[in-house]
């Protein structure tokens, strides 16, 4: 070998460290933190539904949602794709968890929110709340990062030529 290549080599090793340390502990101790900063903004908004009088404390969906919304921000270190899978699994097949049943249950409890003000507040939280997980899950893989702008290539596509598709027979009757 001679000295360029090892040069090049240690400045391609170095590269890599920092890489390495950027992305596996700045970056994932960033998008923890900003994850968890924004389910305790939600957290707080139905906190306050409840203080407002719209929810009650002592309701079930409350209850439940809050507890969901605990247990992200507290295992939100934990939360990537391949422990959410195990996760998954592990609660599909011993479908009898506490967590499981809670989770399968908020639909149902929020349907049953008599005010439909307060239903579609509590849903677009409770939507807020998966759309924040999902993108936290998202920018901690290195394994899903090249995935999401060939996913959005297919299906702005799809949309396309669908419309295409969809207006083309129109116009020609």
């Known amino acids: 070998m001679n000295e360029q290549t090892i040069v090049s080599s240690f400045a391609a090793l170095?590269?890599?460290?920092?890489?390495?340390?950027?992305?596996y502990v700045l970056w994932q101790r960033y998008v923890i933190d900003v994850t968890r900063q924004q389910l305790f903004e939600l957290r707080d908004q139905l906190f306050d539904l409840a203080v407002d009088g719209k929810l009650s404390f002592q309701s079930e969906t409350y209850k439940i949602l809050r507890k969901v919304f605990n247990t992200s921000i507290r295992f939100a270190?934990?939360?990537?794709?391949?422990?959410?899978?195990?996760?998954?699994?592990?609660?599909?097949?011993?479908?009898?968890?506490s967590i499981y049943k809670s989770a399968m249950q908020i639909p149902h409890l929020i349907k049953h929110i008599e005010d439909e003000k307060v239903r579609a507040e509590v849903q677009k939280i409770f939507f807020k709340m998966h759309l924040t997980l999902?993108?936290?899950?998202?920018?901690?893989?290195?394994?899903?990062?090249?995935?999401?702008?060939?996913?959005?290539?297919?299906?702005?596509?799809?949309t396309l030529s669908n419309r295409f598709f969809v207006r083309t027979p129109q116009k020609i009757e």
Request: no cysteine; charged share 10%; glycine share 2%.
């Open 134 to 158: 999902a993108w936290h899950v998202y920018r901690r893989s290195l394994v899903l990062l090249p995935f999401v702008p060939i996913v959005v290539i297919v299906a702005a596509f799809v």
């Open 77 to 97: 270190h934990e939360a990537d794709w391949l422990h959410i899978y195990v996760f998954y699994i592990t609660a599909t097949l011993k479908a009898k968890g």
């Open 14 to 23: 170095i590269t890599l460290a920092i890489a390495y340390l950027f992305f």
